[in-house]
């Protein structure tokens, strides 16, 4: 499912940030909880848990399709949506990654399997099993509206959104604003900073 083309692969959520308007990056509560932090791209597959309720993220492992990243809204941080073994059967299913604005467990086997989870932390305690929940619906994550089909880039930055709509124009904007930013000398950019600062402040 992961059909970026390469010449985006490179770009970093800063990059993909500056290309936006303000709200599309969730917020600094979620984080990787791997040390150094990957960078991931990928297209979401949205899963809702309720009432303590992780079904239908276990139920995602096996549903989204491969180069997704599974996107969770959990309705509490005091039981964990997945384990260890849930990471590895993501992983083997061909899953980036996840992104869970909740917690998860057993974070020893995560370091061991190198899945990228970006979450809130970890709790031993996990979910229960039953039909509470809902999959490939709108979501809230992080304090951003994410769908089935958005494009999320997550690294050591941070993580943000791209709406379905707008993942093409976007990440082409991204491309270029960095080819510039990289051609561009320090003593250039340090020039035209000053200029900036000075004439925002009326100097």
């Known amino acids: 499912m992961n059909m970026i083309a390469d010449k985006y692969q490179s770009l970093l959520a800063t990059d993909i940030s500056d290309a936006q308007q303000a709200g599309q990056a969730m917020d600094v509560g979620i984080k990787s909880l791997l040390s150094p932090a990957p960078a991931i791209m990928g297209v979401a597959f949205t899963v809702r848990c309720t009432n303590r309720s992780n ?3 276990h139920d995602a492992i096996y549903r989204a399709p491969k180069g997704a990243i599974i996107v969770a809204e959990a309705d509490g941080n005091d039981y964990a949506v997945a384990g260890g073994n849930v990471c590895a059967v993501a992983q083997e299913n061909g899953i980036t990654g996840f992104v869970i604005d909740g917690v998860i467990r057993d974070v ?3 370091k061991e399997l190198n899945f990228p989870v970006f979450a809130r932390g970890v709790f031993p305690k996990p979910g229960a099993k039953n039909k509470d929940g809902a999959s490939q619906v709108e979501i809230t994550c992080g304090g951003v509206t994410v769908n089935t089909g958005d494009l999320i880039v997550a690294d050591e930055e941070g993580i943000v959104v791209i709406p ?9 904007s991204a491309l270029v604003k960095k080819e510039k930013a990289e051609a561009q000398s320090l003593a250039d950019w340090r020039a035209n900073h000053e200029v900036k600062i000075n004439s925002v402040l009326g100097q």
Do not use: F, H, N, V
């Open 164 to 172: 379905q709509a707008d993942i093409e124009a976007t990440l082409a």
């Open 108 to 110: 020893g086997e995560l």
């Open 55 to 57: 079904t239908y993220l």
